[in-house]
């Protein structure tokens, strides 16, 4: 018996022919919409968008924008700019190498939420849509003009399935719906460079590199500065958006490239970046943000040499950071603690970083024979056995070393060749205090991790571990010591922790057990580790970093949500890895496992990257 198969006849099947948009309107007038909403945008945000000044940001203002106007004003200028370039504008078109329309839908589309999403705000806070004057609703329609004609520009849509007449109505309506899906992904689908980039000389290739690290500080300094709710959301947007629309684009891509070919260049560019973070501070608020999301960064790219470059699931990780903070609290003079040492900083790192080590090998020698789900669920345990010996070592249920739940306190701050670092410091003009200091010296200690992960990555034991990673049976034929590798690969991850742990018990003050919980609402802990390694991209140096920031980033900046907060983050979660599953910042190996349609490259390094 065979089945007759036909092509589909319904509207949920996209007939393929000469390409359209998603709105039915002429390109030309598309294109034109599209580019006179962005610039129409632009000067609504000149324009007073609200009566009151209740509101935050002060809308009120005509010549001058504020709050989330700014947001605005950025996104439509980029929508303006690719609109342009899209027109083939004599010294834009730079801006696209892999073409414009993809970039500008996105562009488009980012700034009509940002826009509505602010109009809707206004609305809600002042009491309906009467609060708004002639800005608010020019922006309004500004914004839909543009996304309309962004959204008639014309793509090539995918080859639609046959549908089995057999078939039931609700298969008929999931294959409608893929199909639906298909062409929305097609409408959205970058191109490809259309011609090899243009040699730049080198002197112009570090101008790129310095002019992207300092976009880099620049949003980075504004977003962890957003001081209220609605503008830290339409920061995400736009945010988002624009960086959707210019990797879109092809501008990431070639910037990727020149900044692979400078690497030094681009390690010391991103390392002075970082230094001159806390110059950019008026106080030392966001400079207790940024020492934390250090250590957090610094403690997620060492499980990144555990979970990422060996392929080992390790869930009480956050244990070796609290041995490397605990180690380091017992020997700096602290009150609290049992022993009587008061040992310079260089010591006391080196031993917290030490004993992390030991642990390691002594979980790791019993236990490493194990694979996937049990070494998970081995190193789960003994996360919590850390915890409960901590608490229980009061003098009570135990010996009294770690004073139970009431922990170290009291720890002294560094002092390093005379230099306090609780005290204010006047630094070239510039006045730094107790946290700034704290974050140049995570910072030191951050880079260390940084050149440890990139040496170890590009070696032999590198590249074993990458072997044992893909395929731990046919590394182990080839001749690998797979239980040598993996246990270096485990000491080394857990040095790392404690070294990043050392700096945090003098930044937190006081070491307690209940820091060092599997899940908990404050990172770090094992759950976020885990989840700032996998969401930034496994294997890479920048992914942890940049994943590590925004999980730390985002709860302290979503505590409005209340009791909501942790479901938002969820989902937020939950839809990134559904829609991006290789990380924000994967490398070429993993980017493939996921997308298997996309172009192989020439050339993968010994570590995938």
Do not use: C
């Not at 504020?66 to 004599?90: E, F, P, R």
């Not at 850390?386 to 135990?398: H, K, Q, V, W």
């Not at 590394?475 to 993996?486: D, E, H, P, S």
């Not at 802990?525 to 996998?534: E, G, R, T, Y």
Request: net charge neutral; glycine share 12%.
């Amino acid at each position: 018996m065979t089945t007759q198969t036909t092509a589909s006849k319904t509207p949920d099947a996209p007939a393929t022919g000469a390409p359209r948009g998603l709105v039915d309107i002429p390109e030309n007038i598309g294109r034109a919409l599209a580019t006179g909403g962005g610039v129409l945008t632009v000067i609504s945000t000149f324009l007073a968008w609200t009566w009151t000044s209740e509101f935050p940001g002060d809308l009120t203002v005509y010549g001058y924008p504020g709050g989330l106007q700014v947001l605005v004003l950025i996104g439509g200028a980029l929508t303006a700019l690719l609109g342009l370039s899209s027109y083939g504008v004599k010294g834009l078109r730079w801006l696209t190498p892999a073409g414009a329309d993809s970039a500008l839908k996105l562009a488009a589309l980012g700034t009509f939420a940002t826009a509505w999403y602010t109009i809707t705000a206004i609305s809600s806070k002042l009491g309906g849509l009467v609060n708004l004057e002639p800005g608010g609703w020019i922006v309004v329609v500004a914004t839909v003009a543009a996304l309309l004609g962004a959204l008639s520009l014309p793509f090539t849509r995918p080859e639609p399935e046959p549908i089995d007449p057999d078939d039931s109505g609700w298969e008929q309506y999931r294959h409608g719906v893929r199909s639906r899906l298909a062409v929305y992904r097609a409408a959205f689908a970058g191109g490809t460079p259309a011609k090899p980039a243009r040699a730049l000389p080198a002197y112009a290739e570090i101008l790129v590199i310095v002019a992207a690290l300092a976009l880099g500080l620049l949003v980075f300094t504004y977003g962890i500065g957003t001081e209220y709710d609605e503008l830290f959301i339409g920061f995400m947007i736009t945010a988002g958006f624009a960086f959707a629309a210019v990797a879109k684009a092809g501008l990431v891509g070639r910037v990727s490239a020149i900044t692979a070919k400078h690497r030094m260049v681009t390690m010391a560019g991103a390392f002075i970046a970082a230094v001159a973070f806390p110059f950019t501070q008026s106080d030392d608020q966001y400079a207790t943000i940024g020492v934390y999301i250090l250590i957090f960064a610094t403690v997620a790219l060492g499980l990144n040499i555990v979970v990422g470059l060996a392929g080992l699931l390790d869930l009480g990780y956050v244990a070796f950071l609290g041995v490397g903070a605990y180690t380091a609290a017992m020997v700096s003079g602290s009150p609290s603690s049992p022993f009587d040492l008061h040992l310079p900083f260089w010591a006391s790192a080196l031993l917290g970083a030490g004993v992390a080590m030991v642990f390691g090998v002594l979980i790791g020698a019993p236990t490493l024979r194990l694979r996937g789900d049990y070494l998970a669920i081995v190193t789960l345990g003994f996360g919590e056995i850390f915890r409960i010996t901590s608490l229980n070592m009061d003098g009570t249920s135990g010996p009294d070393i770690t004073n139970g739940s009431n922990g170290i306190s009291a720890i002294p701050n560094l002092e390093i060749l005379g230099f306090d670092f609780g005290q204010e410091h006047s630094i070239a003009g510039f006045t730094i205090a107790r946290f700034a200091n704290y974050f140049l010296l995570m910072l030191l200690v951050t880079l260390i991790v940084v050149v440890v992960f990139r040496r170890s990555s590009d070696s032999r034991i590198g590249r074993a571990w990458v072997a044992i990673r893909e395929d731990e049976t046919a590394a182990l034929a080839m001749g690998i010591n797979g239980f040598r590798v993996k246990l270096i690969a485990f000491a080394l991850g857990a040095a790392l922790a404690g070294l990043a742990g050392t700096v945090q018990a003098h930044v937190t003050y006081t070491v307690t057990p209940e820091q060092y919980q599997f899940a908990h609402v404050v990172p770090p802990n094992s759950a976020f580790l885990l989840a700032a390694v996998v969401l930034g991209g496994m294997g890479t140096i920048l992914g942890p970093l940049v994943g590590a920031s925004l999980l730390y980033l985002i709860p302290a900046k979503l505590q409005f949500l209340g009791d909501y907060q942790l479901f938002a983050f969820g989902l937020a979660l939950v839809l990134l890895m559904r829609f991006r599953p290789e990380g924000l910042i994967p490398n070429q190996r993993r980017r493939l496992e996921f997308h298997e349609e996309a172009e192989a490259p020439t050339v993968l390094s010994k570590a995938g990257a």
